[in-house]
């Protein structure tokens, strides 16, 4: 009988909580995902051809989960907790207004009134850090924007 290590659910629970909180790096993030496709794989114990296909689809599935979901999470996150207390003339207000685009740890932010605010490209296009953007919306805790055209 195999005993099995229900500690790798809570080791890759940690991995997310820190890497989420702490580091924004993701690499916490992709050692969870593994570790989850470990346990999947040991609890289900197949023949060792089928373990490694399992191992591969349960990981690919928690690092496509993780995109889709954490998006929306941080999203809320950053609504709930970071902005309650923000006065609605603020959120109002940046709409219509630039700032110049930052980029760090992968994700893009705009420096306004000396404070950094998610975004988003409402083009798809890319953002250059250093170029100046527009805000065209602010939605869900993030700034919609436009490249500025000088």
Not at 18 to 32: G, P
Not at 99 to 126: C, K
Request: hydrophobic share 55%.
């Amino acid at each position: 009988m195999v005993i099995l290590p229900e500690w790798l659910l809570a080791l890759a629970l940690t991995f997310f909580v820190l890497d989420f909180f702490v580091s924004n790096s993701e690499t916490l993030t992709w050692a969870a995902c593994l570790v989850i496709a470990v346990y999947v794989t040991w609890r289900v114990s197949p023949p060792f051809l089928w373990a490694i296909l399992i191992f591969i689809a349960v990981f690919c599935a928690t690092i496509c989960c993780y995109y889709l979901v954490m998006r929306q999470f941080r999203e809320m996150v950053v609504r709930r907790t970071l902005l309650r207390n923000a006065p609605s003339e603020t959120l109002a207000r940046i709409v219509g207004q630039t700032g110049t685009v930052i980029h760090a740890n992968g994700e893009y932010f705009m420096r306004w009134e000396g404070e950094l605010w998610p975004i988003q490209s409402v083009d798809g296009g890319g953002l250059a850090a250093g170029s100046m953007v527009k805000v065209v919306a602010f939605t869900g805790g993030v700034a919609r924007v436009r490249p500025v055209v000088r």
